[in-house]
């Protein structure tokens, strides 16, 4: 007799259904997608108006990206201890309270402390978004799902940039940018009340009447044929201690899994967020600089990040086909290598242009797949807290990529030797990832095997 859980992940994909839990789901993601680019452009127009050094203007995304990556722990660990749709509601509407308060900043300090408490709040919709959409999905529509994820991405960034090109005339323009995303943020806020709790997270949790109630619901209204089906037992936990202490408990229970996975997570997470992100908040200043007037940098930063949602569109035809390490593996150095190329067409604005358009679109074929391959390397238990440590990991580091970019490594190095070391990270993780991590096309959630050597799959050992 199956599982609970092996019914869920085999029902046929319903929009009705499943489909809602996407859309909901991707809509939070897109605002996280929007605040990040909006660093891009804030950080100008707010260096204009407080008068911040270049090294200070690094401050701007810094302090948003630092946020995130605490939002993203505390996220992804509460999340795993009071369930997918509380914490699922309750991100944006931190992110909403202070967006709105930031707008009103009255000196630099307490715009960048602001940006830093909405960051926390939007950090988490990551790792929650993922784990709710990928337990919802069936198995053999789950890397699709995920990668069209990432869909929403360009579409924020897309908003980000466009909205900012708009406001540009317009006098204290970077405060009608932070206004503008409050009203939707909160609409959104309203409507994921609506989502039902993960039957899997319920499943984990021993809360065996709502699972079944949830998984009944599940197959009625997908039409699928009922069966009777097992509830395994719960996953006893020590819930004692307080959140910080829960966190710090799912990072060693993170690394106990599988110290080789985890590190090859944190790997690509680190290396592929590092170069988008430097390339997402300084592209307006380095077109800036290069001579481009105000609303060219703008625009061309939004073509870049609208042929995202190509990338995306070839990540989602290509990953149930090609599998997620090959687009990893291809995609990402070709990403970083399209940021070389940029850097010495800056003579050529056309080029340049062509360049930083190829990136947008790469970078947004290798980043969807991404975050579908380590949402599935771990198990339900640790699959939101596994994959909000990975994003931690990232926005730890590249929270500061922007201070050291502008400051250090652009001043010192110049661009095209900066983005060749940017780039030779990628390169080294993909090499990690190839000799270290397992496929999970068309695995089953909970059930992906951890092979000591990833070449060899006779020896595995099943996830428990």
């Not at 909403?96 to 988490?124: D, I, K, Y």
């Not at 007037?293 to 035809?317: D, H, P, Q, R, Y």
Request: aromatic share 10%; glycine share 10%; proline share 6%.
């Amino acid at each position: 007799m199956r599982t609970g859980d092996q019914i869920v992940q085999d029902l046929p994909w319903r929009w009705s259904v499943q489909g809602k839990i996407f859309l909901i789901g991707g809509l939070g993601y897109m605002f996280d997608a929007w605040d990040v680019a909006l660093n891009g452009f804030l950080t100008p127009l707010v260096g204009t108006e407080f008068g911040l050094s270049p090294g200070q203007k690094g401050l701007v995304a810094t302090a948003n990206l630092i946020g995130m990556a605490v939002g993203a722990v505390v996220w992804g660990t509460v999340a795993d201890r009071i369930g997918r749709k509380r914490a699922f509601s309750i991100t944006l509407l931190v992110f909403a309270l202070f967006s709105v308060l930031g707008a009103l900043s009255p000196n630099v300090e307490v715009f960048l402390a602001l940006r830093f408490l909405a960051g926390v709040g939007l950090g988490g919709c990551i790792p929650v978004d993922y784990a709710i959409v990928s337990e919802f999905s069936p198995r053999r529509h789950r890397g699709r799902v995920l990668s069209a994820m990432d869909g929403w991405w360009p579409v924020g960034t897309t908003l980000a940039a466009v909205t900012a090109t708009l406001l540009v005339p317009v006098s204290g323009n970077w405060r009608w940018m932070l206004v503008l995303m409050i009203l939707p943020a909160l609409l959104l806020f309203w409507v994921r009340r609506g989502v039902p709790e993960s039957p899997l997270y319920l499943v984990r949790k021993g809360r065996e009447a709502e699972a079944r109630a949830v998984i009944d619901d599940l197959v009625r209204r997908t039409g699928a044929p009922a069966e009777p089906y097992t509830i395994p037992p719960a996953v006893v936990e020590d819930t004692r201690g307080g959140a910080l202490t829960a966190a710090f408990d799912q990072l060693r229970r993170v690394w106990a899994f599988s110290p080789r996975i985890t590190a090859v997570a944190w790997s690509l997470f680190i290396s592929v967020m590092l170069v988008y992100y430097a390339a997402l908040s300084w592209m307006p200043s380095i077109l800036r600089a290069q001579g481009f007037g105000e609303i060219a940098a703008f625009a061309s930063t939004a073509l870049m990040n609208a042929l995202g949602i190509v990338g995306v569109a070839v990540a989602v035809l290509l990953v149930e086909k090609v599998g997620r390490k090959r687009i990893v593996a291809v995609a990402g150095p070709l990403a970083a290598l399209s940021l070389v190329v940029f850097s010495l067409l800056l003579g050529s604005p056309t080029g340049a242009v062509i360049a930083i358009g190829a990136f947008g679109m790469l970078a947004l074929v290798v980043i969807p797949v991404m975050y579908a391959y380590v949402s599935e390397l771990y198990p339900t238990e640790l699959r939101a807290s596994g994959f909000g440590w990975a994003s931690s990991s990232s926005r730890a580091v590249t929270g500061f990529a922007p201070l050291v970019f502008g400051s250090l490594l652009w001043p010192v190095l110049g661009l095209p030797l900066t983005f060749t070391v940017l780039g030779g990270l990628v390169v080294a993780a993909v090499v990690f990832m190839m000799l270290g991590a397992p496929e999970t096309r068309g695995r089953e959630l909970d059930r992906i095997a951890v092979p000591a050597k990833p070449e060899a799959p006779a020896k595995t050992t099943q996830v428990p």
